[in-house]
Nanobody, 123 residues
Framework: QVQLVESGGGLVQAGDSLRLSCAASGRTFSTYTMSWFRHAPGKEREFVAGISRGGGITYADSVKYRFTISRDNAKNTVALQMNSLKPEDTAVYYC?????????????????WGQGTQVTVSS
């Protein structure tokens, strides 16, 4: 398993941008699908975006065209660029990893999780 550490969260206003980063340990990072989930108060943790080992990408409908996921296998990092942020994007954002070739959207399929980073969007 890889160890994951998120960074980049904060408090922003609606319409602003924020970039989250997730650093992974280990030498097999390139073999993992990497994804971002979020957990808002009173709601279940939900899939946000994922990128496969082959570069395939999937987004939740709620963030499509606003968020961009990317990975840098040389640096063992995955990023989530969030533009046009809305108050409903407020949540704790988690980085997750699973070995394989596809992008699961169910949190139970992931092997490793980071500790989370808080994103708060004010109106």
């Amino acid at each position: 398993q890889v160890q994951l550490v998120e960074s980049g969260g904060g408090l922003v206003q609606a319409g602003d941008s924020l970039r989250l980063s997730c650093a992974a340990s280990g030498r097999t990072f390139s073999t993992y699908t990497m994804s971002w989930f979020r957990h808002a108060p009173g709601k279940e943790r939900e899939f946000v975006a994922g990128i496969s080992r082959g570069g395939g990408i999937t987004y939740a409908d709620s963030v499509k065209y606003r968020f961009t996921i990317s990975r840098d296998n040389a640096k063992n990092t995955v990023a989530l660029q969030m533009n046009s942020l809305k108050p409903e994007d407020t949540a704790v954002y988690y980085c997750a990893a699973v070995r394989g070739f596809y992008i699961p959207t169910m949190l139970g399929e992931y092997e490793s999780w980071g500790q989370g980073t808080q994103v708060t969007v004010s109106s």
